[in-house]
């Protein structure tokens, strides 16, 4: 299948960094919906996906993020070397690549750069292609143990869809998202988020929506994959602020995920099953430190430092944010958010940004029991949505909508009430939130 389209890779807001700069400048930002560019650019440079320590592959449409840093928290709990590729990056490019658990160095990137270029000699290759490359290389060049690959978009033909015999394959909640790229409907989805699905290798998945569930399962029969479904073959669940995961031979209580939510307690449990599928011995113990200690920016992060959070401090005010931009992340907010209101019953506040091509009455649909006051704003991107369009789709569901030209004038604003201290929740997407991070270099994620 051969498809051109926007690249997920592309980063619209910030250029600051040089490999960005350059990489942008010197390829296209659509990309080819089959791995045949990377596979040739792959053999130029000698197949390093060949020669990488034990992959965990990771797609879906939401937690996949946050399923990563677990399993990247677990294996170095362990004391594994983990290797992790993710994307998009918040605020610097460098985020997208760790090497054996630290960020790549800018002379890292540089000198891979001017490998990959020569290697490449000209030929069309996205901005997403060639950092897919870029990672494979860097790890296969430094000692590690285990490596956790997140899928950019879709999976079957995104560009980190290259293994052979993953060790594990791991599907998050698929959902309605990317619409344009991957739909039109649910099963569409499915099947593409599927295609990391190997002959005879295991793959754990997250619950399901029936539609998505039927088209994976299939996938996985075709492939005679072993599948480990959560809800059937496995089970996770909060019970009095523990972590518990129902594995078929064993019961493990776990400390509660590190990342705030009720939805982490699925995301953590995934990353658990995912782990012991990889290495059935490792110990409750080394699970728990690893599933409390993952960091993973801008997922329900509660903003302590910058100046967003000083504004907030001023006020007595709390401040989160978070990067969900879908109906199914919607949901998941609402319900963190009414976490948040339930232990301390003070009025919520919504900052939204958002691109406009995403479906922004789902998202603020889930709100709208719970009324909470809506500021609508927008960000330095040709593609992110006006401040009015947003507050359009927020009265569309019932909300009530104020506009504001920027996230500091909106936060502002929302701290302005006579009324008790407001919770304050910036939600609407990953390059939004990374402009809030990017305000200050104590919030940059490192």
């Known amino acids: 299948m051969s498809q051109v389209l ?34 040739r650019l792959l053999a130029a440079v000698g197949n390093p996906h060949r020669k990488l320590p034990p992959v965990i592959h990771v797609a879906g449409t939401n937690g996949k993020g946050s399923t990563v840093a677990y399993l990247r928290a677990i294996g170095e709990a362990a004391g594994l070397r983990v290797h992790a590729l993710t994307s998009p990056h918040l605020v610097r490019f460098a985020e997208r690549i760790r090497l054996a658990g630290k ?11 001017d490998r990959l270029e020569a290697a490449n000699g000209g030929e069309p290759i996205s901005f997403f292609e060639i950092t897919t490359v870029l990672a494979f290389l860097a790890f296969a060049e430094t000692p590690a143990d285990l490596c956790v690959v997140e899928v950019g978009l879709g999976g079957r033909f ?35 988020k599927s295609g990391i699905i190997k002959h005879g290798r295991p793959v754990v998945v997250a619950r399901q929506p029936e539609e998505a569930l039927e088209m994976i399962e299939r996938e996985a029969d075709d492939r005679m994959a072993p599948m480990l479904l959560m809800g059937r073959d496995f089970d996770a669940w909060e019970e009095r602020g523990r972590l518990l995961v129902q594995m078929p031979d064993r019961l493990l209580d776990l400390p509660a995920p590190s990342l705030f939510g009720g939805y982490q307690f699925d995301n953590a449990g995934v990353a ?87 479906d922004a009455e789902g998202f603020f649909r889930p709100f709208a029991e719970m009324r909470p006051r809506v500021i609508c704003t927008t960000f330095d991107s040709p593609i992110a949505a006006t401040a009015e369009d947003l507050a359009a789709a927020a009265a569309a569901v019932g909300l009530d909508a104020e506009t504001s030209a920027n996230v500091q004038d909106a936060v502002a604003r929302a701290l302005e009430t006579d009324g008790p201290a407001p919770h304050v929740l910036v939600c609407g997407g990953l390059h939004f939130a990374g402009e809030v991070l990017a305000m200050s270099p104590e919030t940059w994620p490192g």
């Open 272 to 358: 658990v099953a995912a782990a012991l599928t990889f290495d059935h011995g490792l110990s409750d113990e080394t699970l728990g430190r690893g599933v409390s200690s993952a960091v993973w920016p801008a997922r329900m992060q509660r903003l302590t430092a910058g100046p967003l959070a000083d504004l907030a401090r001023a006020r007595g005010s709390d401040i989160w944010l978070d990067g969900g931009h879908n109906p199914h992340a919607g949901r998941a907010l609402a319900e963190a958010a009414s976490r948040i209101v339930d232990r301390d019953p003070r009025p919520l506040v919504l900052v939204t940004g958002m691109f406009a091509r995403k």
């Open 158 to 192: 995104d560009a980190t869809n290259v293994f052979d015999a993953p060790a594990v394959s791991v599907i998050t909640p698929v959902d309605l998202d990317h619409l344009e790229m991957l739909g039109p409907g649910l099963p569409k989805i499915a099947w593409e």
């Open 6 to 39: 926007p690249d997920p890779g592309h980063d619209p807001i910030r250029a600051s960094d040089a490999v960005i700069q350059r990489l942008r400048a010197n390829h296209p930002t659509l990309i080819d919906l089959s791995t045949g560019r990377v596979e």
């Open 103 to 113: 960020l790549i160095t800018d002379d890292q990137l540089t000198d891979l750069t």
